[in-house]
């Protein structure tokens, strides 16, 4: 089975930060790596797959990059909409995702 | 527009069953495969089950298999998991979703979710 670990768990930021988070799986899933956006009480939200294609709708202050067995997520500049949890998943085999990482503000 | 609504949450004691449906509409439902995913209370994503448009093939997390069935029907465009000697663990809010598998199976649109609570 591949492992996600995803850090930080926990954030601190304020609004224009540049933010990052970063994923690493077990093995390597090429780049069969994608992002989502939590907030309390609602469904994930799909930001990237692939590992750096941004989804249809979601802001260019979101960009994802890596490949094999590491990766990132960049917030280039936080606004306030983007506090949230943000999880990694892989689907390279099956599907795993990683912890969480719960950005908040500082 | 892309909706999906889980219905079939609630109590149920462990050991005991529980259905959990999945209502599809907005997009042609046999082209996409059917992914449920759970989060326990204050904890992170888990993925539990997928089944596929075409053959209706199933994937299991080893966390549920031989207990949680998932299926299909076309002709409702609905999934279903069927949910069996429930434990504790299994209390969650389980999310449906849609996975394209022009994406590798990615799930891109879901559910709010239904709540599964198992308790005495």
């Known amino acids: 089975d591949i492992q996600m670990t995803q850090s930080p768990s926990t954030l601190s930021a304020s609004v224009g930060d540049r933010v990052t988070i970063t994923c690493r799986a077990s093995?390597?899933?090429?780049?069969?790596l994608a992002w989502y956006q939590q907030k309390p009480g609602k469904a994930p939200n799909l930001l990237i797959y692939?590992?750096?294609s941004l989804e249809s709708g979601v802001p260019s202050r979101f960009s994802g990059s890596g490949s094999g067995t590491e990766f990132t997520l960049t917030i280039s500049s936080l606004q306030p909409d983007d506090f949230a949890t943000y999880y990694c998943?892989?689907?390279?085999?099956?599907?795993?995702f990683g912890q969480g990482t719960k950005v908040e503000i500082k | 527009e892309v909706q999906l609504v889980e219905s079939g949450g609630g109590l149920v004691q462990p050991g005991g069953s529980l259905r959990l449906s999945c209502a599809a509409s907005?997009?042609?439902?046999?082209?996409?495969?059917m992914t449920w995913v759970r989060q326990a209370p204050g904890k992170g994503l888990e993925w539990v089950s997928t089944?596929?448009?075409?053959?209706?093939?199933?994937f299991y997390a080893d966390s549920v298999k031989g207990r949680f069935t998932m299926s299909r029907d076309s002709s409702t465009n609905k999934v279903y998991l069927l949910m069996n000697s429930l434990r504790g663990a299994d209390t969650a809010l389980y999310f449906c979703?849609?996975?394209?598998?022009?994406?590798?199976?990615?799930?891109?649109?879901w559910g709010q979710g239904t709540r599964v609570t198992v308790s005495s």
């Open positions: 979703a849609r996975a394209r598998a022009t994406r590798r199976l990615l799930m891109d649109d």
């Open positions: 907005g997009f042609t439902f046999t082209n996409y495969a």
């Open positions: 089944i596929t448009g075409s053959a209706g093939d199933t």
């Open positions: 093995q390597s899933i090429s780049g069969w």
């Open positions: 692939e590992a750096s």
């Open positions: 998943l892989q689907y390279h085999s099956y599907w795993t």
